[in-house]
């Protein structure tokens, strides 16, 4: 293979480039990122400041891991500032043993730390319709991906004794919104956590301080955060907040209610929305995948518009309900081209195109939208929403 030079970087070495280190700032107690770096949470119009969502700048993080400043935010009530010394949370209802814990005592409980991708259930739900975001943070920011640490609710279960017939938790926030959830007691069994830790740190406020649920894999709505109780049933409550929200409506006007799967997805984040390549020559194509399903097996690219498909290289490790970061050496012929990817996860399931989706569920569902999205890369090197 004929050796190319990928960048040309010699010409300019030589005069003025590197300065002399000058005395810098002293220590800091808590540390900051660079002034230099400016990516933050781009916040949707609401009617009011405190319900509403911020979106997380996916275009602008590397690996796999969002900081949890610029995680996504989802409020129905504001941010509620608790002192953990006084928080309490319940559990009761059809249990041998209710209780009334404090966050110190939750805190002494054996504990596990995993990676967990929260995402919306209205995420990317823009493209259902008029597929205006103009790049990939308003498009599909409504999801982020954090190390959380807490106890597996089964073990805080066992301690309380589930009566036999109970088959739902119902979950209970403190914020204004007092948001309330049903979950099939069989997830809290498997995989849930209480936590109390995000990314080596106390959860930040936005993400439910002092506690929340993970409830891994499946819609973030579900995800209590500002945990204060948890209620065992054998039915579900038929909350707001699952009733006349949350829920999928159908090309045949029924609605689709407890859709809690978070089907396989992915995104390509360079090149994307917004973006413009300086000119033709070798980039590196990446982007994130992720299924409420499991293990993501495989991402494929596509560069020409969709003719041919080629499997992007999988950062590893590949863990289960967390993002995957994909990358593709690509270059640029500098025409016009349109960019996608899909991914598969360890069930078989392909991400669909927006056709194969919108056949089954139409137009109107609003939430749970993973259709396969499209960036068009211009002559001029500008990267726009291809169904804007
Ligand atoms: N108590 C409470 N929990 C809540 C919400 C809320 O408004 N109040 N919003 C839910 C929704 S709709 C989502 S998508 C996630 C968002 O979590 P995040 O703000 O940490 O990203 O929290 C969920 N948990
Ligand atoms: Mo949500």
Known sequence: MKRRRV?????????GLLRAGE????????????????????????????????????????????????HYERHHGGVPAIDPARHRLILQGMVERPLILTV???????SVSRIYVVECGGNSGGEWGAKTAPDVQRSHGLVSCSE???????????????????????????????VQRSIPIAKA?????????????????EQGYPLRLIVP??????????????????????????????????????????????????????????????GPGLYELTGLAWSGRGRIERVEVTSDGGRSWQAAQLQEPRLR????????????????????????DETGYVQPSREALTAVRGTNSGFHYNGIKLWKVGADGRVTNVEA
């Open 7 to 15: 960048l040309q970087l010699g010409a300019v070495l030589g005069g």
């Open 104 to 110: 110190g005592e939750i805190k002494r409980l054996p």
């Open 321 to 344: 309900l967390a993002w995957v970061r994909f990358r593709l050496p690509w270059r640029w012929d500098g025409k016009e081209t349109v960019i996608a990817s899909r991914s598969i």
């Open 217 to 278: 894999g499946w819609e973030g709505a579900t995800h209590i955060k500002w945990l204060q109780r948890i209620v065992v049933a054998d039915q579900p409550y038929q909350s707001r907040d699952e009733t006349s929200k949350y829920t999928d409506l159908m090309p045949d006007g029924k609605a689709r209610q407890f859709t809690f799967v978070m089907e396989a997805k992915s995104v390509v984040t360079f090149p994307s929305g917004g973006q413009t390549l300086p």
């Open 23 to 70: 005395l810098g700032r002293p220590l800091g107690p808590y540390g900051e990122r660079s002034p230099f770096e400016k990516a933050v949470r781009w916040r949707r119009e609401s009617k009011t400041p405190e319900a509403g969502s911020s979106f997380t700048p996916l275009a602008d993080s590397y690996g796999i891991l969002t900081p949890s400043a610029l």
């Open 148 to 178: 959380w640490t807490g106890v597996p609710l089964k073990l805080l279960f066992e301690e309380v004794g589930v009566r036999a017939g109970a088959s739902w938790i119902i979950a209970e926030g403190a914020d204004a919104g007092r």
């Open 189 to 205: 069994m498997d995989d849930m956590l209480l936590a109390y830790g995000q990314n080596g740190e106390a959860l930040r406020p």
